[in-house]
């Protein structure tokens, strides 16, 4: 959803459907995933760091060199979404594992969480909240292309003691899954425009079958440890995903931002790349610490759409 021209209403009802569908899609999967583990495992396991390649190509194509005009024009709220994202978020699930008294393996999952950029759905969630769109579209971009630097050096700083992993590989795994495919997916629209415009509306439903085939093949790889620690996990999340709401919209109004900012701040620290946390946990630590992200890859959809309804039912008054 490029800033720099008008949306498609294509695109547009088709990302809208795609939203609204996602969590129903993810929960069905996961179902189907914990009462046939010893098929859905084997079977998507091995694939995952390449669908959630497919996801990031898919948001490579939806970029436009105008989508990182704002890093220009209004860097402090760039800055202020970026910053929350490799901050607030990381030390939230820090202090949510520990005040939760998390196993180790789980505590890596929600901090993995923190340390994501944003989520591939927030600008459609932003544009139904009435937010900046255009901010909203920078701020996960620029979130994105800095992941390979930042994730690993937040992650290792917050959970290091509990994680054997090189920051050198978790950083190279992130190059290879997310910066390659986004790069790649943009260099394609530059280079062939009409067909990528003639395939947008078909982009959302790429992210929602990617992310759903993760979140199969970790409850498929993790079964049995789900019924013992789904509730615990989904307290994580709820608080995880509510706090990043609260505290990026607050920290946006600290700063004085526009009421449209503080919307897109709000979805942009909430919502997270949990298919890339979800990814590096089972491939760095285990299938258990996967988890986490799995379950708020449902969740924030979830949520994000009761917030859109909440912001949308409120005047934007930007005075």
């Known amino acids: 959803m490029s800033p720099a021209a008008e949306v498609d209403p294509r695109e547009e009802r088709s990302?809208?459907?795609?939203?609204?569908?996602f969590p129903l899609l993810v929960i069905l999967g996961a179902v189907i995933a914990y009462l046939a583990p010893e098929q859905i495992a084997p079977a998507l396991g091995p694939w995952v760091p390449t669908m959630l390649g497919i996801i990031m190509f898919a948001m490579g194509l939806t970029l436009t060199p105008p989508d990182f005009v704002l890093v220009v024009k209004q860097p402090l709220p760039v800055l202020l979404g970026v910053v929350a994202q490799y901050?607030?978020?990381?030390?939230?699930?820090?202090?949510?594992?520990?005040i939760l008294g998390l196993p180790p393996e789980l505590a890596v999952?929600?901090?993995l969480v923190g340390c994501a950029p944003g989520g591939t759905s927030s600008n459609v969630v932003t544009y139904l909240a009435k937010g900046d769109v255009a901010l909203s579209v920078t701020m996960t971009s620029i979130s994105t292309l800095l992941?390979?630097?930042l994730t690993p050096i937040v992650a290792l700083g917050l959970a290091g003691q509990r994680m054997d992993v090189s920051g050198a590989d978790m950083a190279l795994s992130i190059v290879k899954m997310v910066l390659i495919p986004v790069v790649a997916g943009l260099v394609l629209r530059l280079v062939l425009p009409a067909f990528v415009r003639a395939i947008l509306p078909a982009l959302p439903w790429v992210s929602v079958a990617g992310i759903t085939g993760v979140v199969m093949a970790v409850v498929g790889g993790s079964a049995d440890?789900?019924?013992a620690a789904a509730g615990v996990i989904m307290v994580a999340v709820v608080l995880h995903n509510g706090l990043g709401y609260a505290l990026g919209y607050g920290l946006a109004r600290i700063f004085k931002q526009r009421e449209t900012a503080c919307r897109a701040t709000a979805v942009e620290v909430g919502m997270q790349n949990s298919g890339l946390a979800t990814t590096l946990a089972a491939t760095?630590?285990?299938?258990?610490?996967?988890?986490p992200g799995a379950i708020f890859s449902v969740w924030h959809n979830l949520s994000g759409a009761m917030l859109a309804a909440f912001f949308r039912s409120r005047p934007v008054n930007e005075s």
């Open 225 to 227: 440890k789900i019924a």
């Open 109 to 111: 999952g929600v901090i």
């Open 284 to 291: 760095f630590v285990s299938p258990v610490a996967a988890l």
């Open 15 to 21: 990302a809208r459907i795609a939203v609204t569908a």
């Open 147 to 149: 992941a390979p630097i």
């Open 87 to 98: 901050v607030v978020m990381p030390l939230l699930g820090w202090t949510i594992a520990a």
